[in-house]
Structure formats: C-alpha cells, structure tokens
C-alpha cells in the first residue's frame, strides 16, 4: 500500500462528515451535483493574511490568475491583493471585464499580436519574453499612439533549488536571458515605451524554505546589478514566487515568516540603483490550492484479482494533476479522503480510479481508507490551483463539474 499527502490543516482534524464552509460535503454534492470543485474563500482570505503579516511591508502581493481562474474566485480575492498577474488575452478580459485599472501584468512566450494590442489598449504592463517581442509592442503602440508599458522578463542565471518546476540557469523559452537583459532595456528606454522594470520567476512549487530565501537574496542582487548595467532604475521588480504547498507524503510547509524576514534583509542590502523600485511577489498555488476541495461520488465498488477499486463519477479530465500526470515525474497521491468517515479506521485497502477509459485515470493508488460504499462520496484535497483548468475537461465528452465559491460576501 501507498502512502496519501498530508489533508490540509483546515480539515486534517475533522471527525465525521468533511465540512466545506460551514457545509457539509453531502450538502454540497446534493446543491450542486457531482463531481463538485468547493472553494473555500475564507482560507484564501486567511492565505493573503498570512503573507501580509510576514512579508515585509511595502511587498506587494499579486495574485497568479492561471492558478484560479474561476470568475468569482479572482473576484473575490482581487480587492485582497495588489495586482492581478494575467497569462492570455483570456484571462485579461476576464480581469478588465470587472477590474479596469487594477495593476495587472501579462507574462508568457508566443504573445500573438492580437493580445499585445489589447495590453497597450488596457495599460497592462507586458511582461517581455524576447527581443522580437519588444519590438512588435513598440510598432503597435506607435500604431495606436500608446506608449506601451514593458518590463523585461529575465531568463536568470540562478535557478530555484528544489523547485518542483525549474524555470532559470539554462536555455529557456521564458524570459531574456541576463547577460542580454541591459541592451534590451536601453532600447526600450530609447524607443520611447514606458520602462516598468524586471520580472524574475526561477522556479514553482518549491517546499525548501532555505532554497526560496536564497533565491529571492540572489534574485534581488540580480535585479541591481541589472539596473546598473542598464542604467535605468526599475520602477518594479516582480521577484517571482514559488511558494509551494505539500501535496505529497513527507512534505512540510514553507515556513512564511522566515522568508519574510531574510526578505527584508535582503531589500535592506539592495543596490543604490534599487532605492525607489517597489518589489512585488506573484503567488498562485500557495493562496489558492489548500481552500479547493474537489468532490466526487462512488459509482462502483468492485474487486479484480484481490484488489478492490472504488470508481468515482469524477476523474482526471477535471483533476489531472491528482492522477500524477501534470508536471510530477514519480506518481504519488494526493491527500483524499471518504468524506462521511473523516477521522474513522482506515482498513480498507483500495484504488480511487476515474470514469475515463484509461488506466491513467486513478485519483489514489492503492491506498488504505475507512471503508466506503457505492453513493459515497470521495474528497480530493488541494483541488484549488491547476485543477479544472488544468484538466482534459473536453475528453471523453463528459459534462462540466461544478464549481461554487463558498464563504465570499
Ligand atoms: C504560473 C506562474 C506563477 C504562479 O506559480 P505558482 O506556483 O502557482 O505560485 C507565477 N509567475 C509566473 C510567471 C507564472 O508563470
């Protein structure tokens, strides 16, 4: 048998049926069907508390879009955060749609013309990717009279240790690489766009707290000797994020405070070039993957040569990454539970598989839980980040699951 990921502490200690936001997960099932995604704003909200009460004041707090993003969700948590950090044109409508004017800024390779237009139209900053991609903004701004807001992703030469998705120190399809960066901001300056400064993202999902300290202090250094060698100060340093939760046994939390403080080190130490640049951090599966709970009922239970497989309505078209196929290179599970029997004897030695036709589609591999019957209905933790839209939601032509944000005023 295998071992299954810490539940998170919000529900680690419920006895009983999983409560969800004051409700209960058969409540929730019954209201809105299964398979159901709950989100629980209340711990988003005590996410975004604890990196203010840590962080040091003055870092701002942007919120990764891509993590989440479920309408009401970066509804609920924009007015929370000081920025919106956006991956597509589609997310950038869906953020002007509610929020024009809130500070936001768009990343990602392969901008096509169409998105870069609509960042210079909205006053987005763009978070270059290339040279190429710096020139193409800066004809289109000319084309509408707009001077585009550019800051210049960096392809670092540091890379985030321990990082589950490493992201700098070698050839990159994201962000210019360093030694190139200076040029490319004095012909930004030179060609008359607005300088935004440089965004630093070396690595997501990192649990070692003593690797993000480092990375941040090295990502700082970094940020300074680049203003120098451009010659122009940033306005704004994105550092980046990649706060990561556990998802799997043996994982602990990153421990916030210390970061928070070695941080404010580090800004105490920040080159001359640096003294007017605000810093900002952009945090996606740490705010949001521990309040989502994803909720799917037992269709079957059956036994196949001495093993027996509970088959959920779910599967890995709405949580691909629970299946151990998104971004993991060894499959373990994630933390699940039978949501009636929080708390009871685990003896029943059993396989979660989805309603797909493939054998990747097995939500917990052969762990030990209380045992659960036909009608029951199953919890798979940290479904709030890289969950539904992250998934082959289109294959095999099943219908949507639900998604409800609980608790938001
Ligand atoms: C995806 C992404 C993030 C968010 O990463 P998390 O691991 O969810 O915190 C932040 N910044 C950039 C540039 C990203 O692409």
Redesign the pocket.
Known sequence: MKPIGPIPPAFADQRGMLRIAGRSAEEWVAAYGSPVFVYDFSGIAAQVARFRATMPAGVRL?Y?V??NPYAPLVRGIAPLVDGL?V?SAGELAEVLAFKPGHATSF??PGKRDVELEAAVRAGVTL?VESENEVRRAIVIGERLGIAPRLAV?VNPDLELRGS??K?GGRASP?GVDAERVPALVRAIVADGAEWRGF?I?AG??ALDTDALIETQAATVALAGRLAEESRHAPPMV?L?????IPHFAGDTPVHVARIGTALAEALDRRGAMLGDTVFAI??????V?EAGVYLTRVVDRKESRGETFLVVDGGLHHQLAASGNFGTVVRRNYPVAVAGRMGAVADDAVSVVGCLCTPLDRLADRVVLPRAEVGDVIAIFIAG??GLTASPSAFLGHPAPAEVLAGAS
């Open positions: 942007h990764a891509k993590a950090d991956a990343a990602g978070n992703r589950g998705m992201m994201f965004h993202f997501s999902q994105n980046g994020g990649g706060f990561g952009e945090l996606g599966r740490w705010l993957g980040a890289y």
